[in-house]
């Protein structure tokens, strides 16, 4: 794989070997630095959960629409279960996506005082239980162990950047991540075709992981088209725009898009977003005289509702 997109092992950092932690972090601060893009091995998420995800995400899009539709995000107003091919589009410039996907997020009770409050994004998952038994225990414990997993590479990235480890790891409290599973249906017929129009991801830090189809690719700084081949075992790490607006751009948010190979395709994003009300600024490692901040701070709630309306309603 080209060393625009290099593929870290990031296995040492679970083990207490300092200097090690220091050498991935330089390898990260690198690479999101140059493309906004990494691979990750090594990583704490076992191949077996990932298996059994996929399998259920393409047991549930293979379902009648009929059922899907029984957890259709427009049932709520937050952005959560089942939407069809027309309702995303990501380059809301043109309408080219052509996808199905299903969203969850972190669940709050009915009760919770940001619930009763009717604030955007904030209630309980939509799990289409009722279709398929153990949905649910298996996708909340994936969204708990993705959670671990972001915290990790925060940790990884607070030391890139020079902060304390823990710099990032509060921010992260009933935080506004959502897991995403996405199926492009194969279409033989019209090959190379986008499907997933070009974007860069709303957030902080998105990672995915992709089948062995293929189709992902990243804009290079001369503006080609690179591959990101698939890993079996490996997360695609990126870049969102909250994080270059928190670095100052010192990480890059780059362009991305997906290419129909002309076969089904399931990914698997998990977009990681701190505590809706987590105050987006400048860090003050990322500025200096000659480097003003050259973003507006933002509250993380107001700028994702902004992007979600565009993407939804554009
Ligand atoms: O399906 C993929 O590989 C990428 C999807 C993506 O970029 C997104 O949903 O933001
Ligand atoms: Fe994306």
């Not at 709520?76 to 996907?101: A, C, F, T, V």
């Not at 992260?172 to 959502?178: A, D, G, I, K, N």
Request: proline share 5%; aromatic share 12%.
């Amino acid at each position: 794989m080209q060393e625009y997109i290099p593929v870290i092992d990031i296995s040492d950092i679970y083990q207490s070997d300092k200097n090690r932690h220091l050498q991935i972090a330089q390898r990260v601060d690198e690479a999101c630095r140059h493309s906004g893009f990494f691979c990750i091995t090594g990583h704490h998420i076992s191949q077996k959960d990932i298996q059994r995800i996929k399998a259920f995400a393409r047991h549930f899009f293979s379902l009648p629409m009929e059922d899907k539709q029984s957890v259709s995000i427009l049932n709520n107003q937050i952005y959560r279960g089942y939407s069809s091919h027309e309702m995303e589009q990501l380059d809301y410039q043109r309408s080219i996506d052509y996808k199905e996907i299903f969203d969850m997020g972190y669940h709050l009770d009915a009760d919770h005082p940001e619930v009763q409050r009717k604030e955007p994004f904030r209630g309980s998952n939509q799990h289409p239980e009722h279709l398929i038994a153990g949905w649910t225990k298996l996708f909340e414990t994936h969204y708990q162990n993705m959670t671990e997993l972001a915290k990790v590479l925060f940790r990884i990235i607070a030391l890139g950047l020079k902060l304390e480890e823990n710099f990032f790891n509060d921010m992260f409290f009933e935080s506004l991540s959502t897991f995403r599973i996405i199926h492009y249906p194969g279409l033989p017929e019209q090959r190379n075709r986008v499907v997933c129009g070009a974007h860069t991801d709303y957030g902080i830090l998105t990672i995915l992981h992709q089948d062995d189809v293929g189709g992902l690719q990243v804009r290079s700084k001369d503006n080609q088209w690179v591959d990101v081949p698939p890993i079996t075992d490996g997360f695609v790490v990126n870049i969102g725009d909250m994080m270059a607006m928190w670095t100052n751009d010192r990480y890059k948010s780059t362009s991305h898009r997906v290419l129909n190979i002309g076969q089904d395709r399931i990914s698997m994003p998990f977009f990681t977003e701190p505590h809706p009300s987590q105050l987006i600024q400048c860090l003050p490692q990322c500025s200096d005289e000659q480097n003003p901040p050259k973003y507006p701070p933002v509250i993380c709630r107001d700028w994702l509702l902004k992007r979600f309306k565009a993407a939804y309603n554009g």
